[in-house]
């Protein structure tokens, strides 16, 4: 599932490739090399050069789909909703976010007791 910022960014680059004459018919790769007109094979030279340039050259591709998990469950996303939009088919995987959301269990425990004040 993509964000409607994401879907945006898309058009983008949609638009950029037609600026570079490049095919943006929807069974082609979204990222082109312009100058050889073919799909970019790796992204670990721009991974680094992005990280790199962000002062953060210890940080893996990996920890970006932590970050996505890690903030989705401390704003009150559900461990099913995690594991959903993380493509897991068992809910164990998910799981291993649960530590993140100490302070989501406890506002959860708050509404219960609101309730049968």
Known sequence: MLSG???ELLHEIR???AVFHLSTRQDEYVFQ?????????CFFSSWERIRQGAGLPNVRIHDLR???ARLLINKGASL?????????????MTERY???????LAE????VARLVK
């Open 15 to 17: 638009e950029r490739n």
């Open 98 to 104: 649960a530590h993140l959301m100490p302070n989501t």
């Open 108 to 111: 959860r425990v708050e509404i």
């Open 66 to 68: 932590h970050t996505y």
């Open 33 to 41: 090399n312009p100058r050889f007109r073919r799909p970019y094979n």
């Open 80 to 92: 099913y909703e995690v594991q959903k939009l993380l493509g897991h088919f068992h809910i164990s």
């Open 5 to 7: 910022a994401a879907v």
